[in-house]
């Protein structure tokens, strides 16, 4: 071959080198999908179990020394071909970790670690014709950037909400290997943003699975009671593929129903339908098995039906007026700290949420894992689901409000089935502002827009009264169904003033009391005045409930919190020691005596 020609093919070679790698890239950001509703009851595969894990303070396994983005960074599991091939990294040789949890429980010298974690799973995989497989994750904390067999097949922000991407042209038949590069460092712009009082737990700490769909398949739908009255339900589904005609059968057996919709050229179908269905309740929560058939393929769910609803400042719960007896609660594993993934977990803190009295839970602040909520809908507890827009969130930052929506849209559209689930929250103690008005009430209109069978409300702060009478002011009251307030009379501020306080809560709207409470340390014992006591707890909570009884049109509560759980913001040496205590239940799921208050309170309600 002549001197010119072996250059023109070395060229020829380059150009298409570098033509592969564009389009590779373009084809890489089109791998994330929108999210699969009802996993769980889905043909999956569990990568669960064992992932090597590799820290990376410094970010070197994805940016060079001039912090430029590497072509061979770690995602590509490279191993040395050569004898003087250079590779700093082996994720066979490294550490193990059992996912899902998080690093900073699985690891103590991870235990306050903000960074990033590489993470590597291999696994087998069998090609089916005519199929597609996403890779589906429960949840990561904060940031995760995901690579299959070396290719990048997108980016999720955000700790609590689930994401999915078609990694089917990239996966082969034999050996696979999945790569997450995890980053849970806070920043301003983020949600929740730089400071939140609860622990930082990174890493995987949700399921994560591979999922067996047909070509076309159902990614979402929605099932619901729309009218009390009329007994009417309303079935919308949609298609993966904006194909029209096809066929879906729906069928709820129990109340002999069968129906077929037919697509539109979106893939979407919708239809109406009268049924008297037994309605869900916490007294009998009753749900039915729900059965959608595509193409001969039977996606199951079981699905509860009520109806949700305000009248003036009553919560109606279908048609009858309810209280709820709830009490917050945090994402953690009932002993010793750790995020909680389980149903195990879930049922653990939902039956100390029983033992308490409670029809109510607050998953507090973020949206929890798909079995607490599924859990809590077969105990008969109904949900306040929130999303993490807490405290002094980046207003103007357009990345975080998009960053915040999509998190609500993921939170509504995998839990919007769930009977239980009542009010969706897109706030917690936001200090007032237009750009905070601008930003929450945009969210609020979309929690509508998306879904109008629940309440929308979020925590709003009681800005201290210097003398006793408390007088909510919020802009925010005209975009939410249900007014909800913290307010910590007895521990920022003197519970001798609690019989002495007066609310005003100037809107003709159901009111909740999102948080009371205060701090004891289990064990500790001494004078009401004594702070850190479970005596001074007690008491706090008996002068609370006896002025919570006063307050008009309080439709609930849900008091901080049912058990102590992890905080880098709680530091007294030997009575915090990096816990909020203001659980009723200490961190090993010891009763603490305010406790005993509260269930009082609740049997007489
Ligand atoms: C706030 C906040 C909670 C926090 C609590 C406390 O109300 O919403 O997240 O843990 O106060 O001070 O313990």
Same mark, same amino acid.
């Given at each position: 071959m002549r001197l010119n020609d072996l250059t023109y093919m070395k060229q020829l070679i380059a150009i298409l080198l570098v033509f592969a790698t564009s389009v590779a890239a373009q084809a890489d950001e089109t791998r994330k999908v929108p999210l699969l509703g009802n996993v769980i009851n889905r043909q999956t595969t569990s990568l669960n179990g064992e992932w090597n894990y590799i820290v990376d303070v410094q970010e070197c396994g994805y940016y060079g020394y001039r912090r430029e983005k590497i072509r061979n960074g770690f995602f590509r599991n490279d191993k040395p071909r050569q004898p003087e091939d250079l590779i700093e990294y082996d994720f066979d040789k490294a550490d193990k970790m059992q996912i899902p949890s998080d690093w900073n429980t699985w690891n103590q010298r991870l235990f306050f670690y903000e960074g990033t974690v590489w993470f590597k799973r291999s696994f087998n995989y069998q090609p089916k014709a005519g199929r597609r497989t996403l890779l589906y994750f429960g949840?990561? @904390?904060y940031e995760a950037i995901v690579f299959v067999n070396g290719r990048e097949v997108g980016q999720h922000v955000g700790g609590f909400t689930p994401f999915n991407f078609d990694v089917t042209d990239l996966l082969r038949e034999g050996e696979n290997f999945v790569i997450v590069k995890v980053d849970n460092k806070r920043s301003?712009?983020?949600?929740?943003? =730089?400071?939140? &009082?609860w622990w930082n737990y990174g890493g995987i700490t949700r399921d994560v699975m591979l999922v067996d769909v047909p070509q076309n398949y159902i990614e979402n739908y929605s099932l619901q009671l729309q009218s009390l009255e009329g007994r009417l339900l309303s079935f919308n589904l949609k298609l993966n593929q904006p194909e029209a005609g096809q066929q879906v059968m729906l069928a709820i057996p129990e109340l002999k129903i069968k129906k077929t919709v037919t697509t539109d050229d979106k893939g979407c179908a919708s239809i109406n339908m009268k049924a008297k269905p037994q309605l869900w309740s916490p007294e009998h929560p009753k749900r039915y098995r729900v059965e959608m058939t595509l193409n001969g393929e039977t996606l199951i769910d079981s699905i509860g039906f009520r109806k949700i609803e305000t009248k003036g400042k009553q919560l109606l719960l279908n048609g009858t007026p309810i209280f709820l007896k709830g009490i917050s609660i945090h994402e953690e594993k009932p002993m010793g700290g750790g995020r909680a993934n389980s149903t195990a977990d879930a049922h653990i803190l939902l039956s100390w949420a029983k033992e308490l009295g409670? @029809?109510?839970?607050? =998953? /507090?602040h973020y949206p929890h894992n798909e079995f607490m909520v599924r859990e809590a809908e077969r105990m008969g507890l109904m949900v306040w689901s929130e999303i993490p827009v807490y405290w002094t969130i980046d207003w103007t930052n357009p990345s975080t409000f998009d960053n915040a929506s999509q998190q609500l849209n993921d939170m509504i559209r995998r839990d919007?089935?769930? /009977? @239980?689930? +009542?009010i969706w929250s897109i706030a917690n103690e936001t200090p007032h502002s237009a750009e905070r008005d601008n930003f929450l009430s945009r969210l609020s209109k979309m929690a509508h827009d998306l879904d109008n069978t629940r309440l929308v409300s979020m925590a709003m702060e009681v800005l201290s009264a210097a003398n006793y009478h408390n007088r909510l002011q919020d802009n925010m009251n005209q975009y939410v169904d249900v007014i909800s307030f913290n307010q910590y009379i007895g521990w920022y501020r003197d519970v001798k003033d609690a019989p002495k306080m007066t609310w005003e809560i100037p809107y003709d709207k159901p009111v909740i009391v999102s948080e009371f409470g205060g701090g004891a340390k289990y064990g500790l014992h001494g004078a009401p005045n004594q702070r850190w006591t479970e005596e001074f707890q007690e008491n706090l909570y008996k002068e609370n409930t006896a002025m919570l &009884?006063? +307050?008009?049109? =309080? /439709?609930?509560t849900t008091p901080w919190i049912l058990k102590d759980f992890r905080s880098p913001r709680r530091l007294l040496t030997d009575v915090q020691d990096y816990y909020n205590r203001k659980g009723l239940y200490s961190d090993k799921g010891e009763k603490k005596k305010a406790f005993y208050v509260l269930k009082q309170w609740y049997e007489g309600k």
């Open positions: 949840a990561v @904390n301003r712009e983020n949600v929740p943003t =730089l400071i939140f &009082d409670c @029809n109510f839970v607050r =998953l /507090a919007q089935n769930r /009977a @239980n689930v +009542i &009884d006063k +307050i008009d049109g =309080l /439709a609930g």
